[in-house]
């Protein structure tokens, strides 16, 4: 049997580590790219503390590195797909004031990710302006983070894109990416009102995801009113049966945050509950 002997080169500048880079190696690395690794062997390269690792411990650095930046470049792909309105939201900066009747422990669990493991909804209401999108986009934000896809898209938008979609033919194809994402967020839901085309479209969508994929839905309207707002008795009781049931909901209180200043964000879990709006 061989024995590989896996022996480090001393550098010729004695005030250098006893590393050494062979550059036509690291050119092969980047060409599969294995970039992480590239970074970790350049680290180690001018790390006094690398040379007293033993080969076996400077390796598992290196492949963990590898995995960290992969990871990071994947999370970054999903964060960049899903087209978030608000790309700088997150769930470490919500504003916990009480006059919004935000419950901590239903956000912690929300962003813990079950909901999007089990293929369950939310449903976010409030008056305009008191953070339905932000929030929407930081519990995005997170699902991206979790390695979940995403794509934000406004209510309007999207069915004025289906409705372009009919006509070039591509509309089959279409639904059947929409379908494959983990998480889709529809945002300013019932701001004006459907027609038949809409309804329908909206009806296969949510068909499409029910059971196997997440949806997360922003209104102004109340969730009880969205049954007249469809004015179609047949296919309302059918979109909402899709959408309403195995949903989470969040009811935001209070005025317009545009305005006002910053709140010092609490940390999750550590104060009370204001109120459950599930």
């Avoid at 901590?104 to 813990?112: E, P, R």
């Avoid at 999207?158 to 033919?169: P, R, S, Y």
């Avoid at 047949?234 to 049966?241: E, N």
Wanted: net charge neutral; glycine share 6%.
């Amino acid at each position: 049997m061989t024995v590989m002997n896996f022996q480090t080169k001393q550098p010729n500048n004695p005030n250098k580590t006893g590393l050494t880079m062979n550059e036509h190696t690291l050119t092969q690395l980047r060409s599969l790219r294995l970039d992480g690794m590239v970074r970790a062997l350049e680290e180690q390269a001018s790390s006094t503390a690398a040379s007293a690792l033993g080969f076996d411990e400077r390796f598992s650095l290196v492949v963990q590195r590898q995995v960290s930046w992969r990871d990071e470049r994947r999370v970054a792909r999903l964060l960049q797909a899903a087209k978030l309105k608000v790309s700088s939201a997150c769930v470490q900066d919500i504003d916990w004031r009480a006059s919004r009747s935000l419950d901590h422990s239903l956000v912690a669990a929300l962003a813990g990710g079950d909901w999007l493991r089990h293929a369950q909804n939310l449903l976010i209401t409030g008056a305009t302006g008191c953070g339905k999108t932000w929030l929407a986009c930081a519990l995005a934000h997170q699902a991206a983070r979790c390695e979940f896809s995403v794509l934000y898209t406004r209510a309007g938008r999207l069915f004025d894109e289906l409705q372009v979609a009919h006509g070039d033919g591509s509309f089959a194809r279409r639904m059947t990416q929409l379908a494959k994402l983990d998480l889709l967020v529809i945002d300013d839901f019932a701001i004006s009102p459907m027609g038949a085309l809409q309804r329908n479209d909206l009806l296969e969508l949510l068909d499409d995801r029910v059971g196997t994929r997440s949806t997360l839905i922003t209104s102004q309207l109340p969730v009880n009113a969205w049954h007249t707002y469809l004015d179609d008795p047949t296919l309302a009781d059918a979109i909402l049966d899709r959408v309403v049931h195995s949903s989470h909901r969040i009811a935001l209180k209070g005025g317009t945050l545009r305005d006002d200043k910053p709140i010092k964000p609490l940390p999750m879990g550590d104060s009370d509950p204001v109120g459950v709006t599930a």
